[in-house]
């Protein structure tokens, strides 16, 4: 039973650039949520997609955008990288309908910009 | 709005001792609370959650951890701590609305540092 698998592991840009991060979900899976986590910091939540939509998004700008594909899996998009773009990216992966178990994480993307 | 606060950066422990780790969490609602692990370089690995029920949860790896409503705390505890519990805790609330969100909103985390 595959976990959630993100890609790929480290990643290096320079500022202005574009990246785009992939996130399988855990089997069975249909919800997938991503968040930033900065160095020394708790992750942030970025946005949640269900059904190929963006159902929630938290505190950022619109170059951060994504997408759900029918198999669930998503991809994170970020524009215009800047220097305080660098963290770790986690993707995490939920059911929709059982609300009361835990999101799945998978082992994040490190992005530095540089 | 929801937050979480974890007042300790920092938890040191000698191995073979109990250890807590606190946090307190501000929500309108009922709260679902969550602690989640984070070993370098990895990801959050799940431990325990509260949905309801029992104050006293039980979890992975002989962790467990109390609710306490009137004092808006969950804190995480271990009889007795092992070097390998030595990782980056964090503590996570998720609201729970009618149609609920999944959005999880963490605590900045504890660093447990368990000494041999």
């Known amino acids: 039973d595959a976990g959630v698998t993100q890609s790929p592991t480290h990643l290096i840009k320079t500022r202005g650039q574009q990246v785009t991060l992939r996130c399988s979900p855990k089997s069975g899976h249909d919800t997938v949520s991503w968040y930033q986590q900065a160095l020394g910091q708790g992750p942030q939540f970025i946005f949640q997609?269900?059904?190929?939509?963006?159902?929630q998004r938290g505190n950022f700008p619109d170059r951060f955008s994504g997408h759900q594909f029918p198999n669930y899996s998503s991809e994170l998009n970020v524009n215009a990288l800047l220097l305080g773009d660098s963290a770790l990216y986690l993707c995490?992966?939920?059911?929709?309908?059982?609300?009361?178990?835990?999101?799945?994480f998978g082992d994040g993307t490190r992005l530095s910009i540089l | 709005a929801q937050s979480v606060a974890q007042p300790e950066d920092q938890v040191n422990v000698a191995e073979g001792n109990p250890l807590t780790v606190k946090c307190t969490y501000s929500v309108s609602g009922n709260p679902y609370l969550f602690w989640y692990v984070q070993y370098p370089n990895r990801g959050l690995q799940f431990l325990l959650k509260y949905i309801t029920g029992d104050n006293l949860v039980k979890g992975s790896y002989g962790f467990e951890a109390e609710f306490n409503k009137s004092q808006t705390s969950f804190h995480l505890k271990k009889p007795s701590a092992l070097v390998s519990d030595s990782a980056l805790y964090f503590c996570?609330?998720?609201?729970?609305?009618?149609?609920?969100?999944?959005?999880?909103?963490f605590g900045t985390g504890t660093l447990l540092a368990v000494q041999p």
């Open positions: 995490a992966s939920s059911l929709a309908r059982n609300s009361n178990q835990p999101q799945h």
């Open positions: 997609y269900y059904e190929e939509e963006e159902r």
């Open positions: 996570a609330v998720r609201a729970h609305y009618g149609g609920a969100t999944n959005k999880l909103i």
